[in-house]
C-alpha cells in the first residue's frame, strides 16, 4: 500500500498562501506631459482645458480666447501599484500612457499628478522624466515606422507615497490566511502543519481560507505570521491538467494526466498543385495567333501512419513518446488530445487559452 501511494511534496506556506489584508493597491491618475518634440496631441479640447489649468495653479492665466500651440505636451494617464505596507516618503515606479493623438512621449517631461485609489483619496505624487523604449519615424512622403510604443513609457522611481494603507495587522481578532488557489486538502494541510506546531488555533473554513487564532498584541501578530509563513506543508499532487495555446500551439500536460487504454491513428495527407504554362500556336497558313494555355497537375499522397496503442494508466513518458512515434507536431497533439478527450480516455481537464 504503501508503494500505491502518491506521492506528495512539501511546500512552505509563504509560496502557496498569502494573510488577507496583504495586498497591492491599484493607483491611477490623469496628468500632462510636455516638452515633447512636436510629437504630442493636436490641438485636444480637454488637453488644452488641463494646459490651461496647470498653468493657472502657477500663477499664469492665459488671456481669453487664446489657446496655446500642444505640439510639445500631451495628455496622459499615470498608473502605478501601491504595495503592501508602504509608508509615506517611498517611492514608486509610475506608468504613463497617451491619452490622445500623441504619436510619442520620447523625451517628455510628466508634471506633478495625484495618483489616487478606488476610493478617491489621493495616495502618492508623480513627476519626473519619462524613459520610452519604442520610437517612430516619419517621411514626408507619408510613409512610417514604429518600433515597440512610443506612445507609453515609465518613470522610474517617479512617485512619492504620501499616504498609507491601513496595516491588517494593527487590528484584533483572528488572523486569515487565503491559499493562492482554491484546494480542500491543502487547506486541510496548512491548517493541520499549523495545529501541530503552534498547538491549536487554526481551522480551514472552506478550500481557501484558513482561520487562525492570534493575539491582540500588533508585535505578536507579526511573529505569528512569520512563523505560520515559514511552515513547511505537504501537499497531495496537483490535479491532472492539459493547458493548450491555441494561438502558439503550445501545450503543457502535468505529470498527473492519465490515459486509459485506447488505439490512436495520426494521417498525413499532402496535396501538389503544379501550374504549367504552354504555348498554342495555329496551324501553317491558319489565321489563328498564338494563345498561352495553362495546364494543371492536382496530385493527393497520403502517409501510411500505423497506430499507436496507449496501454490502461499510460503517463506523461508514455504520451510523449507515442506522439513522437506517430509522427505528429505539436500542433497536432492538440487534435489527439481532444480526439482522447471526446471518447473518454483522457484522464484529466482540458484547458484551451
Do not use: C, W
Not at 497531495?236 to 505529470?255: D, M, Q
Amino acid at each position: 500500500m504503501l508503494l500505491l501511494a502518491a506521492p506528495a511534496q512539501a511546500e512552505r506556506v509563504k509560496d502557496i498562501a498569502r494573510f488577507a489584508g496583504v495586498r497591492a493597491n491599484q493607483l491611477t491618475g490623469y496628468g500632462i506631459v510636455v516638452g515633447l518634440t512636436g510629437t504630442g496631441d493636436q490641438n485636444l479640447e480637454f488637453t488644452i482645458q488641463s494646459l490651461k489649468s496647470a498653468a493657472a495653479r502657477l500663477g499664469v492665466l492665459l488671456p481669453p480666447g487664446v489657446n496655446p500651440q500642444l505640439r510639445n505636451a500631451a495628455a496622459v494617464m499615470v498608473t502605478a501599484e501601491l504595495p503592501a505596507f508602504a509608508k509615506p516618503g517611498q517611492r514608486l515606479d509610475v506608468t504613463v500612457a497617451a491619452l490622445g493623438q500623441a504619436k510619442s512621449l520620447r523625451g517628455g517631461t510628466l508634471l506633478m499628478t495625484g495618483l489616487q485609489g478606488v476610493d478617491g483619496e489621493i495616495y502618492a505624487l508623480a513627476q519626473g522624466s519619462l524613459a520610452v523604449g519604442g520610437f517612430g519615424a516619419e517621411g514626408r512622403d507619408g510613409s512610417r515606422i514604429v518600433v515597440g510604443t512610443p506612445a507609453t513609457g515609465r518613470v522610474p522611481a517617479g512617485a512619492i507615497v504620501e499616504r498609507a494603507v491601513p496595516s491588517p495587522f494593527a487590528g484584533t481578532g483572528p488572523l486569515l490566511l487565503d491559499l493562492n488557489d482554491p484546494d480542500f486538502s491543502a487547506a486541510r494541510a496548512v491548517a493541520d502543519a499549523i495545529n501541530g506546531t503552534l498547538g491549536g488555533g487554526a481551522a480551514a473554513e472552506d478550500g481557501i481560507r484558513i482561520r487562525v487564532t492570534a493575539p491582540d498584541d500588533p508585535a505578536q501578530r507579526i511573529a505569528l505570521a512569520a512563523r505560520i509563513e515559514a511552515l513547511d506543508v505537504a501537499l497531495s499532487p496537483p490535479p491532472a491538467r492539459v493547458i493548450v495555446n491555441a494561438r502558439t500551439g503550445t501545450v503543457v500536460i502535468s505529470g498527473e494526466v492519465r490515459i486509459l487504454p485506447a488505439a490512436v491513428a495520426h494521417g498525413n495527407l499532402t496535396v501538389r498543385v503544379t501550374e504549367n504554362q504552354q504555348a498554342s500556336q495555329p496551324g501553317p497558313f491558319g489565321r489563328g495567333q498564338t494563345v498561352v494555355t495553362e495546364q494543371s497537375t492536382v496530385e493527393a499522397e497520403e502517409a501510411r501512419n500505423r497506430m499507436n496503442l496507449f496501454g490502461g494508466g499510460a503517463r506523461l513518458g508514455d504520451i510523449v513518446d507515442a506522439v513522437n512515434a506517430l509522427g505528429a507536431a505539436p500542433g497536432d497533439l492538440v487534435a489527439i488530445l481532444e480526439a482522447l478527450k471526446a471518447a473518454g480516455a483522457l484522464r484529466a481537464e482540458l484547458v484551451v487559452i
